[in-house]
Nanobody, 123 residues
Framework: QVQLLESGGGLVQSGGPLRLSCAASGRTFSNYAMGWFPQAPWKEREFVAAIRWSGVYADSVKGRFTISRDNAKNTVYLQMNSLKPEDTDVYYC???????????????????WGQGTQVTVSS
């Protein structure tokens, strides 16, 4: 059973950077599409970025966020720059272990989820 563990969240000032990491167990990590989905308590999870071979981004984060992966370390990263207070959320890492080509930009395309890491951006 693949497990996902996020890290790197914290408190940062508006305009600052933060890098999230998501470490996955399992031998076939390189086959999975990976995504990041922030969620506020009163909202549904939103898509910000995903990657299989190259990154896919929500319009709201293009030019600010960069998703990358290191298959040798079974880890996916989300580099977040120019953070805004509205980026404050719990950020969840997700893995799609089912599909082989398509990269989904909705939570329903992912079957495994981490516990989340809190990102707070102060104004």
């Amino acid at each position: 059973q693949v497990q996902l563990l996020e890290s790197g969240g914290g408190l940062v000032q508006s305009g600052g950077p933060l890098r999230l990491s998501c470490a996955a167990s399992g031998r076939t990590f390189s086959n999975y599409a990976m995504g990041w989905f922030p969620q506020a308590p009163w909202k549904e999870r939103e898509f910000v970025a995903a990657i299989r071979w190259s990154g896919v981004y929500a319009d709201s984060v293009k030019g600010r966020f960069t998703i990358s992966r290191d298959n040798a370390k079974n880890t996916v990263y989300l580099q977040m720059n120019s953070l805004k207070p509205e980026d404050t959320d719990v950020y969840y890492c997700a893995a799609d272990t089912v599909h082989t080509i398509r990269v989904f930009t909705t939570p329903t395309g992912y079957d495994l989820w981490g516990q989340g890491t809190q990102v707070t951006v102060s104004s």
